[in-house]
């Protein structure tokens, strides 16, 4: 049952900032703005070192794990190609993303089109598991400046489908191209793609992950 949606119409804005922050800290860039590794802050000050802000949370890297895996079992292996990690998607200039669980069609990515170099042709579908980015502005709305903004353009670059799910809130956000957000507990079941449904929070419930 769907019990909200929301519009894509809302333009993201993003402030500017004159602070020079290294190009190692950039974790994405979308429509040619930089977003950071969620604690770049720290290493900026040497309280932290790189390595120790670039994993996944353990919660993060076990959805990631659980719905590659249920995608594997589900979809005609003929057909698609499963993956997850942190996939690097270089879909234009200045428009480079990780993606957290994608589904290719594999007349789309051709064995010649996987190289050691960013994927450059699209998946069908993307998974995302939470907000791993900040901006130089602490005040920024990360919704509006990174999820509506990442979420156009996957859909912009030929994305047919994302689903994003929020740890925080437990909700998931389903998009179509041209169609308002469906909104629901993480709970419900959810078709991640032709059929194969998944409900994280029974998942978790099994596994006995703690939430904060």
Excluded at 2 to 23: G, H
Excluded at 81 to 98: D, I
């Amino acid at each position: 049952m769907i019990s909200e949606s929301v519009s894509l119409s809302a333009e993201p804005k993003v402030k500017a900032t004159k602070r020079k922050i290294p190009a190692y800290l950039v974790r994405e860039t979308i429509d040619g703005i930089d977003f950071y590794y969620p604690g770049f802050r720290q290493v900026l000050n040497k309280q932290k070192k790189l390595d120790e802000i670039m994993g996944d949370s353990g919660l993060q890297f076990f959805l990631k794990d659980y719905l590659s895996d249920v995608l594997k079992i589900g979809l005609d292996k003929k057909l698609y190609r499963v993956g997850s990690g942190e996939l690097g998607f270089h879909a234009s200039v200045r428009n480079n993303m990780g993606l957290d669980v994608v589904i290719f069609d594999k007349s789309i990515l051709t064995p010649d089109k996987i190289t050691p170099r960013y994927v450059t042709v699209p998946p069908k579908v993307v998974i995302e598991i939470d907000v791993n980015v900040e901006l130089p502005d602490h005040g920024s709305d990360l919704f509006q400046e990174y999820v509506i903004r990442k979420v156009d353009s996957l859909f912009k670059h030929g994305v047919e489908k994302v689903i994003w799910f929020f740890s925080k809130s437990k909700k998931v956000f389903i998009a179509l191209p041209g169609q308002a957000w469906q909104i629901d507990d993480w709970n419900q079941d959810v078709e991640l793609f032709e059929g194969v449904k998944v409900n994280v929070a029974d998942y978790i419930a099994q596994e006995g992950f703690k939430l904060e």
